[in-house]
């Protein structure tokens, strides 16, 4: 299966993810592209591959607006095809239903505002990178772990994510696909 992974990030944190779903899909014989969702994300081929795995971190509720643009402008390729997202965010590492409840809004309104209907989501839990922030972001960071419940000390990084979890839900996904719908000819 050739499998095309675009992602958005801001502080590297979903890159990593990325980087290990392709190793992953990798050692399970398939094809993986890691692109960065950019400007010139023009040029991605996605005819090329048999599904298509996005993946972006929240950030005040928002992915990456480079994210948003790639799936505005190539929805109707995506949606043609077996695809997945993969949504990075504190909120899932959390308990709080709230945050769940808010989780499921901004993967609402970017389903809505990109018009493109993943298949497959999977909720992955983010990275506290304090040795990344500058000072204002460490306060917001602190801020935003205390409510989630997560006691934090700001002088070293969290990696909260279940790469088991990512592990399964990237292999599933590829098992999943029978590809393509193809539809019978009328004549
Ligand atoms: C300034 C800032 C704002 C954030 N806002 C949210 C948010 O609204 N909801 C949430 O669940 N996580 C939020 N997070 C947590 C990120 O989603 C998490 O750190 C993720 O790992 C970032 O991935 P990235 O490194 O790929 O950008 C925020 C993080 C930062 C630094």
């Not at 602190?142 to 419940?149: D, L, V, W």
Request: hydrophobic share 40%; aromatic share 10%; net charge negative.
């Amino acid at each position: 299966m050739r499998v095309l992974i675009v992602f958005g990030t801001t502080e590297g944190h979903t890159r990593e993810i990325c980087h290990f779903a392709a190793d992953v899909l990798r050692k399970a014989g398939h094809t993986a592209t890691t692109e960065e969702a950019a400007r010139d994300s023009a040029d991605v081929q996605i005819g090329a591959y048999d599904v298509v795995l996005l993946a972006g971190s929240l950030h005040i509720g928002r992915y990456q607006p480079g994210l948003v643009r790639f799936a505005q402008a190539r929805a109707d390729e995506l949606n043609a095809k077996p695809s997945a997202f993969i949504s990075v965010s504190l909120s899932a590492a959390g308990e709080n239903p709230d945050d769940w409840e808010c989780l499921e809004d901004c993967l609402a309104r970017f389903e809505h505002e990109t018009g493109w209907t993943p298949h497959q989501v999977h909720k992955a839990e983010g990275a506290i990178k304090y040795s990344q922030y500058d000072f204002f972001k460490r306060l917001a960071l602190k801020h935003i772990a205390a409510k989630r419940g997560q006691a934090t000390v700001t002088s070293r990084d969290y990696d909260l994510t279940d790469y088991d979890a990512v592990r399964a839900f990237v292999l599933d996904f590829v098992r999943a696909d029978r590809g393509p719908a193809v539809l019978s000819d009328p004549r």
